[in-house]
T-cell receptor
Framework: EAGVAQSPRYKIIEKRQSVAFWCNPI?????LYWYQQILGQGPKLLIQ????????DSQLPKDRFSAERLKGVDSTLKIQPAKLEDSAVYLC???????????FGSGTRLTVV | GNSVTQMEGPVTLSEEAFLTINCTYT??????LFWYVQYPGEGLQLLLK?????DKGSNKGFEATYRKETTSFHLEKGSVQVSDSAVYFC?????????????FGTGTKLQVIP
């Protein structure tokens, strides 16, 4: 089966600019996650979708981050305006059912300068 | 709350050495436990999992046994290869009903030298 697709792979922007990331999960996976992974740390959950509804966005900095999954399939994560501390890898993952493992995409490495 | 604690890295081993990466957890009930591997420049890949006490997950020569009495899920491999160099993450899924949020450890970097 095809994996989780993410784009772009790399992005360099200046602080205060905006950026958007895209994710297409595995077909049939209702649950989609966005994680932020800062260098040397484990993934931190930003937002979880179940179909096109938000299940958990408690750690999403809502003053600058937004995410949507309009048709319950692919998703976009946006940062506006970006800060230096947003430099990280942004990972998208999907899961078929509760208790199964996640399938992660390759991630988008964001550098804010 | 739930938490996962992993041994700090990096762990440096010679090829064909025995590997152990320790992982302990704190959770109520009966969580599912996972090991993920992240190769340089890539996302995380599920390596193995165990869903109940005394289960042993295994894949690609790696093994981990779910020990509820010691709340541990240590990763082992009998003979590591250079290609095993990566960061390994222990994780748990609480399975407590309702909304479930997977908790990841901070990762342990493994370096295998020829």
């Amino acid at each position: 089966e095809a994996g989780v697709a993410q784009s772009p792979r790399y992005k360099i922007i200046e602080k205060r600019q905006s950026v958007a990331f895209w994710c297409n999960p595995i077909s049939g996976h209702a649950t989609l996650y966005w994680y932020q992974q800062i260098l040397g740390q484990g993934p931190k959950l930003l937002i979880q979708f179940q179909n096109n509804g938000v299940v958990d966005d408690s750690q999403l900095p809502k003053d600058r981050f937004s995410a949507e999954r309009l048709k319950g399939v692919d998703s976009t994560l946006k940062i506006q305006p970006a800060k230096l501390e947003d430099s990280a890898v942004y990972l998208c993952a999907s899961r078929l059912m509760t208790g199964s493992g996640y399938t992660f995409g390759s991630g988008t490495r964001l550098t804010v300068v | 709350g739930n938490s996962v604690t992993q041994m700090e890295g990096p762990v440096t081993l010679s090829e064909e050495a025995f590997l152990t990466i320790n992982c302990t957890y704190t959770a109520t009930g009966y969580p599912s436990l996972f090991w993920y591997v992240q190769y340089p420049g890539e996302g995380l890949q599920l390596l193995l999992k165990a869903t109940k006490a005394d289960d042993k997950g295994s894949n690609k020569g790696f093994e981990a046994t779910y020990r509820k009495e010691t709340t541990s899920f240590h990763l082992e491999k009998g003979s590591v290869q250079v290609s095993d160099s990566a960061v390994y993450f222990c994780a748990l899924n609480p399975n407590s009903g309702g909304y479930q949020k997977v908790t990841f450890g901070t990762g342990t970097k493994l370096q295998v030298i020829p």
